[in-house]
């Protein structure tokens, strides 16, 4: 009697870019299908090449910023917060004579604050000191050298724990 095999063979699990244009997809063929839904990709396609203008526009602090609407020339940016916004409104003229010459007929530019979930700057990787086998051993004897008097024992303790740390390293 066989039995059937249980053997499955590997997949590899999908990349975080390919599960990404995997959804896109999907959210596009739903869309698509969908009457109401369809008549809103054509703006959407316009919008999002017009936000890829001004970000190639832009320098990149400014890759927060997106784009809110855009009807009768007139263009609705956002920024997360006043100072940006400020900074922004700087570079208002270079970013219409840009996007007129790419195209697009912009009129004018409106900027809106919208302070959103604030993002939290990359954490900054600690710097490890490392100590030539040398610096620790001298260490050693500056903890052994120094008296053993009350007002030294917090300096020794805390040499005599870098020196064991360093040691417990190597």
Same mark, same amino acid.
């Given at each position: 009697m066989k039995y059937a095999s249980t053997f499955t063979p590997y997949r590899?699990? =999908?990349?975080?870019?390919q599960r990404m244009a995997r959804s896109t997809k999907e959210a596009s063929v739903y869309l698509q299908s969908n009457s109401a839904m369809a008549a809103l990709m054509p703006a959407l396609a316009r919008l999002s090449s017009l936000q890829k203008a001004c970000k190639a526009s832009l320098p990149?602090?400014?890759?927060?910023?997106?784009?809110?609407q855009f009807e009768s020339g007139q263009l609705v940016m956002s920024a997360?917060?006043?100072?940006?916004?400020a900074r922004l409104k700087q570079l208002l003229p270079r =970013?219409?004579?840009?996007?007129q010459k790419d195209g697009w007929q912009v009129n004018s530019i409106r900027?809106?604050?919208?302070?959103?979930?604030i993002a939290a700057p990359p954490p900054v990787p600690k710097r490890v000191l490392e100590l030539p086998s040398t610096a620790v051993t001298s260490f050693a004897e500056l903890s052994t050298a120094l008296e053993d008097t009350p007002r030294n024992q917090?300096?020794?303790?805390?040499i005599d724990a870098m020196v064991?740390?360093?040691?417990a390293r190597t």
């Open positions: 590899p699990s =999908l990349t975080s870019a990149s602090m400014f890759e927060t910023c997106e784009i809110l997360p917060n006043a100072a940006l916004a =970013l219409q004579d840009r996007l900027i809106k604050v919208q302070v959103g979930k917090a300096l020794k303790d805390a064991r740390r360093r040691t």
